[in-house]
């Protein structure tokens, strides 16, 4: 082996050990090789390691009919889905961030808003292609995010429908069936209002990432690693900075599992 080879496999074995970085800012890194200055030779320019794109969504016609009665809390069936559902929207930052994460690595999320929240006008301009693409689907959390449960039946139709409307005037969707009542609580009469509002199925989670709180990064992946697995519905918060430090470790645990990032309206017919 001569010597320019001997530089040019050293280069390929450096990149392919760095590979390609994902900032939060949404712009890919490379490591470069540091060429020799006393090669007269032709330097070949450096070269990313290839990553693996996530997964593609099933196709349309995959699509089933929405279990009938109760809570939806997983997806049905056994196969390779994920639905990742985010909540709130308390920093607008976080809802940026995680937006630009789903346009830079294609991954599918279902975004639980509560529209009292500057960020769903900050972000609006950033979210409404994806939202027009179907990659990020909206669902109706409530305007203010009471507990449901503790609240009069006219307090929970304003709450849905100030929201709803919210979300047609922003974004142009209609947000039912799908309807998260805060901290999961709902009973009977919550359901009947809701549903005779067009809020038929109340949309629970198998799994958390437990970030509704401040927590550490380590955590986080902790409960990613626990819950990111075949067809559960995990639930994660658009409320503190942490998650939008580990989105490629995220993508990672996606990418290893061999998983598809599903929006529910990607699962289901519409009723």
Avoid at 30 to 46: F, I, L
Avoid at 202 to 211: A, E, H, K, N, R
Wanted: overall charge neutral.
């Amino acid at each position: 082996m001569d010597r320019r080879q001997f530089l040019t496999l050293l280069a390929s074995a450096t990149l392919a050990t760095t590979g390609v970085g994902y900032a939060v800012s949404g712009r890919a890194t490379a490591g470069e090789a540091v060429p020799d200055p006393t090669d007269p030779g032709p330097r070949p320019a450096p070269v990313a390691a290839a990553s693996p794109s996530l997964l593609p969504p099933p196709p349309p016609t995959s699509r089933i009919r929405l279990p009938g009665g109760g809570a939806l809390t997983a997806l049905p069936g056994a196969g390779d889905l994920l639905a990742l559902t985010v909540d709130d929207g308390v920093n607008s930052e976080v809802v940026r961030l995680y937006t630009q994460f789903a346009k830079d690595t294609g991954v599918r999320l279902t975004y639980f808003v509560n529209g009292q929240y500057p960020s769903w006008t900050d972000n609006s301009a950033l979210l409404r292609p994806l939202v027009d693409s179907g990659q990020i689907q909206l669902g109706n959390h409530t305007w203010s995010h009471p507990d449901l449960t503790t609240v009069s039946k006219s307090r929970i139709a304003d709450e849905l429908t100030k929201n709803d409307k919210f979300l047609t005037k922003t974004y142009g969707v209609d947000a039912a069936p799908y309807f998260r009542p805060p901290y999961g609580n709902h009973n009977s009469t919550v359901d009947a209002v809701a549903a005779s509002l067009g809020y038929t199925v109340p949309t629970l989670w198998y799994g958390s990432l437990s970030d509704s709180q401040l927590i550490t990064e380590d955590y986080l992946m902790q409960m990613a690693d626990k819950y990111f697995t075949p067809q559960a519905i995990v639930i994660g918060h658009l409320n503190y900075l942490p998650v939008t430090h580990v989105y490629p470790h995220l993508v990672q645990i996606i990418r290893d599992r061999k998983l598809r990032t599903v929006t529910l309206n990607d699962v289901f017919l519409a009723p």
